[in-house]
């Protein structure tokens, strides 16, 4: 874990489904970046939010958390309540996003992290999230103006698992103010919720031929979104947790770990985050 002298913790009040108020405490960790590297701060604002039933202080949590703070960032993660059920409406999806993003409520995740001494947001928010929490990253700037791109992991439009759940009310890119060219969606295209082509590129906004497994905005910017094939991962099935070997189980697939290259692997795609959505170096191949 990084130096201890940079970890920090607070805490907000998050949507409570028991009460439908934003009135349920729940912890935020956060790490800034080294100052020696990126001087003293105040520093721009990174905020993850983890999938459902998973932890904010999880292996995957963290290891966004350091990649992060390495690249110049305040850092966190944060807990919300995830635990309800594993098919998500677009009601819940805004309700938690709602409680961690909402930056007219002093008491919300965002509001609580940028009044840090050490948080500029005005020089910028940006946000990650996997799952639900990739949908929670996706919808934050309907609710903090401030933030400037978003990554999100396994989400789309259409949650094809099950009986399916139409969720083009809240993650149809016409109904997300985050623009089109600061946003990147990266899936498997064998997750049975979101691996499709429709809710992929339904959520982000640009549409290219059928078949396609990467699209990407015309102006350069490097936003758009990749299906991530079977080939590319290391198990041979890219589901809904296409990062890891195995299943949801935190063993990420070296293909996708911080040194690999590949239009969808993590490095290249905080790089873009980083530099708030601006550009991004594509691979030629995607791979």
Not at 212 to 226: E, K, L, N, T, V
């Amino acid at each position: 874990m990084a130096n201890n002298k940079r970890m920090g913790t607070a805490a907000y009040l998050s949507y409570n489904p028991s009460t439908s108020n934003f009135d349920l405490k729940q912890p935020i960790l956060y790490q800034l970046p080294n100052p020696a590297v990126f001087g003293p701060g105040p520093y721009p604002l990174f905020v993850w939010t983890p999938g459902t039933y998973e932890a904010f202080v999880d292996p995957l949590s963290l290891l966004f958390v350091s990649q992060m703070a390495k690249r110049g960032f305040l850092a966190a993660s944060v807990q919300y309540s995830n635990t309800q059920m594993m098919a998500q409406t677009c009601t819940a999806y805004t309700q938690r996003a709602q409680g961690i993003f909402d930056g007219a409520r002093s008491t919300s995740a965002v509001s609580t992290l940028c009044a840090l001494s050490t948080a500029q947001c005005s020089q910028g928010v940006v946000t990650a999230g996997i799952s639900q929490g990739g949908m929670l990253a996706v919808l934050a700037r309907n609710y903090a103006p401030s933030v400037k791109a978003a990554y999100g992991l396994s989400a789309g439009d259409i949650n094809q698992a099950g009986v399916g759940i139409d969720l083009t009310a809240c993650m149809g890119k016409q109904n997300t103010t985050i623009p089109a060219n600061r946003l990147t969606i990266v899936n498997g295209q064998a997750d049975p919720a979101f691996g499709s082509q429709a809710s992929t590129q339904g959520a982000s906004g640009f549409t290219c031929p059928s078949g396609s497994s990467q699209c990407w905005s015309p102006d350069g910017s490097g936003a758009g979104w990749y299906l991530v094939q079977n080939s590319e991962v290391t198990d041979g099935t890219a589901d809904h947790c296409y990062i890891d070997v195995g299943g949801c189980n935190d063993k990420f697939d070296p293909h996708w770990m911080p040194t690999a290259t590949s239009n969808w692997s993590l490095g290249p795609n905080l790089d873009w985050l980083s530099t708030f959505g601006t550009r991004r170096v594509l691979s030629s191949s995607g791979q």
